[in-house]
């Protein structure tokens, strides 16, 4: 007899997704689910201006990859996949839930990155586009519009430069940033495809 909700999933737990059943234990990904669920989630946890997704984020980190940090702009666009399946906590209260953050570091980010071919960890280049992706973001959608943000890295200034150039924060409906991440995602692939058939290790446009 199962006497709570939590047990019956003790050895087997999964939730539903687009693409059908996602196991904890062993995650199978599904860029259309992640695509999907992405689009749907809002980044800063609802809080900002506007409705502004994940995914749109994604695409924002990847292109900044790309165009102005170097690095492989995949690795960009999946860096916040774990949000399709895990509840995203913000950076302040991450260390009130470090089982889940264990959880999310040690097994399903691995999964993430082996499944898409990305590094084995964040790479500097990542970090810095997602710093500059919230500092372009936040001067342009949060209430305060981030001016009490840290800034280890020294990137306000950059990012609000980059911001004044045009980069921006669209807010997508959730169709729309869903559709464009998948766009994104196919491009990036049939470019490594081209990139591998003429044995060219070029990952960016950069």
Same mark, same amino acid.
């Given at each position: 007899?199962?006497?709570?909700?939590? !047990?019956?999933?003790?050895?087997?737990?999964?939730?539903?997704? &687009?693409?059908?059943?996602?196991?904890?234990?062993? =995650?199978?990904?599904?860029?259309?689910?992640?695509?999907?669920?992405?689009? &749907?989630?809002?980044?800063?946890?609802?809080?900002?201006?506007?409705?502004?997704?994940?995914?749109?984020?994604?695409?924002?980190?990847?292109?900044?990859?790309?165009?102005?940090?170097? @690095?492989?702009?995949?690795? %960009?666009?999946?860096?916040?996949?774990?949000?399709?399946? #895990?509840?995203?906590?913000?950076?302040?209260?991450?260390?009130?839930?470090?089982?889940?953050?264990?959880? !999310?570091?040690?097994?399903?980010?691995?999964?993430?990155?082996?499944?898409?071919?990305?590094?084995?960890?964040?790479?500097?280049?990542?970090?810095?586009?997602?710093?500059?992706? #919230?500092?372009? !973001?936040?001067? &342009?959608?949060?209430?305060?519009? @981030?001016?009490?943000?840290?800034? =280890?890295?020294?990137?306000?200034?950059?990012?609000?430069?980059?911001?004044?150039? %045009?980069?921006?924060?669209? @807010?997508?409906?959730?169709?729309?940033?869903? %559709?464009?991440?998948?766009?994104?995602?196919?491009?990036? &692939?049939?470019?490594?495809?081209?990139?591998?058939?003429?044995?060219?290790?070029?990952?960016?446009?950069?």
């Amino acid at each position: 007899m199962i006497h709570s909700p939590s !047990e019956g999933y003790r050895d087997n737990r999964y939730i539903h997704t &687009q693409g059908g059943r996602f196991y904890a234990c062993t =995650p199978v990904w599904r860029v259309d689910s992640i695509a999907h669920a992405l689009g &749907q989630t809002a980044r800063y946890r609802g809080n900002a201006d506007i409705f502004y997704s994940v995914a749109e984020h994604s695409i924002l980190v990847s292109l900044l990859m790309e165009h102005e940090v170097g @690095g492989d702009p995949m690795e %960009g666009l999946h860096h916040d996949d774990s949000e399709s399946v #895990l509840p995203d906590v913000s950076s302040p209260f991450k260390g009130l839930f470090p089982d889940l953050r264990k959880f !999310e570091k040690e097994h399903i980010d691995p999964s993430i990155r082996k499944h898409f071919g990305l590094p084995a960890k964040k790479t500097d280049e990542n970090g810095i586009a997602d710093w500059l992706a #919230l500092f372009i !973001e936040s001067a &342009q959608i949060l209430p305060e519009r @981030g001016v009490d943000f840290e800034d =280890p890295y020294n990137l306000r200034v950059k990012a609000l430069k980059l911001r004044r150039e %045009g980069w921006m924060v669209h @807010g997508y409906e959730w169709n729309h940033a869903k %559709g464009l991440y998948l766009a994104r995602h196919n491009d990036l &692939q049939h470019r490594r495809e081209v990139n591998a058939k003429s044995g060219s290790n070029v990952t960016s446009g950069v």
